[in-house]
């Protein structure tokens, strides 16, 4: 079972009073609202990854990578 903890924030009282009337459940857009933003950064954070091993690949020797290769397929 998932476990779960309560988060608070404050909001002025008349967007609270505003979203009460219009039937806006608080509690689920303030998660899906948490939600997708932790889904950004974490995108982000794999984008900057991705862009740190390409220049690790960059790096990479291929004729030397593929002759070691060969060298290894040789050798069994």
């Known amino acids: ?6 988060v608070s924030t404050k909001v002025k009282k008349k967007l ?5 009337r219009l039937g806006v459940k608080v509690s689920e857009v303030l998660r899906n609202a948490l939600e997708q933003e932790v ?6 954070e794999l984008e900057k990854k991705l862009e740190n091993l390409g220049t ?3 790096k990479l020797d291929i004729d ?3 002759r070691l290769i ?6 069994r």
Do not use: F
């Open 70 to 75: 060969r060298e290894d397929r040789r050798s």
């Open 1 to 6: 079972m998932a476990e779960y903890v309560t």
């Open 56 to 58: 690790a690949l960059d």
């Open 39 to 44: 889904r950004r950064r974490q995108l982000e």
């Open 64 to 66: 030397r990578v593929a």
């Open 16 to 20: 609270k009073e505003e979203a009460e």
